[in-house]
């Protein structure tokens, strides 16, 4: 199993949630979150603004689902034909164990 902790723009993050849905990937954590990427925030005139809102969707899968989960969230998360700098960035990390907590199960 793998963890997905994909950071996404707020205004994408309906369409990244509706895309894995479809899917077939219906569990997905969502929280607000603020930071900030290589370009180090946004300047404007003398402000700098280094703490740009993103939202983080967390989603636990099989590792042989991975690679489509991820094709998934970046074809949804991508602004442009090309994409832009503050798109967000998509991190995997293995998961040894999960527990369901009424069941007791192990496992998804």
Do not use: W
């Not at 300047?43 to 809102?53: A, L, S």
């Not at 998360?77 to 999960?98: C, H, L, Q, Y």
Request: net charge negative; glycine share 12%; with cysteine.
């Amino acid at each position: 199993m793998v963890l997905i902790r994909a950071i996404v723009r707020p205004n994408k993050t309906t369409d990244v949630m509706k895309e894995l849905l479809d899917a077939h990937f219906p569990g997905i954590t969502k929280m607000s979150v603020f930071g900030r990427g290589r370009q180090m925030g946004v300047r404007i005139g003398d402000v700098v603004y280094d703490e740009i809102p993103k939202e983080m969707l967390l989603l636990v899968c099989a590792n042989e689902d991975a690679d489509d989960a991820i094709r998934v969230i970046m074809g949804a998360a991508k602004t442009g034909e090309s994409g832009n700098f503050g798109d967000g960035r998509i991190f995997v990390s293995p998961v040894d164990e999960a527990y369901t907590i009424s069941t007791g199960k192990t496992g998804l």
